[in-house]
């Protein structure tokens, strides 16, 4: 089982490819790993959010959330912060922890 660190020690280094590929502009950690309650069945939910230049449709999101899953080893659940629902937006956003 992956820690919280070595999350975002890959997700740190994989930051650079990850502007110029998918146009990310910041990105995070939220649910079970931000809040130290992952099991080894844990998924890791990652917040994105992209630069006003990029144009990521369905696929290179898609492409994304499974470029990530194979980077860290485990299911990525992909969100960007317009797809919040607005009941759980801000607790989201204060447990998010970014790479």
């Known amino acids: 089982m992956k820690s919280l660190k070595e999350i975002r020690s890959t997700i740190e280094t994989l930051k650079p490819l990850l502007r110029e590929r998918y146009g990310v502009e910041t990105i995070g950690v939220f649910g079970s790993y931000s809040r130290g309650e992952e099991t080894p069945k844990s ?8 630069n006003e230049e990029a144009h990521v449709g369905f696929f290179k999101f898609l492409e994304l ?4 899953a ?9 969100v960007t912060k317009d ?17």
């Open 83 to 99: 797809a919040l629902k607005p009941y759980i937006k801000d607790r989201i956003l204060r447990e998010t922890v970014y790479a």
């Open 43 to 50: 998924d890791v939910d990652i917040l994105v959010t992209f």
């Open 70 to 78: 194979k980077k860290l080893g485990i299911k990525v659940d992909l």
């Open 65 to 68: 959330e499974e470029f990530l």
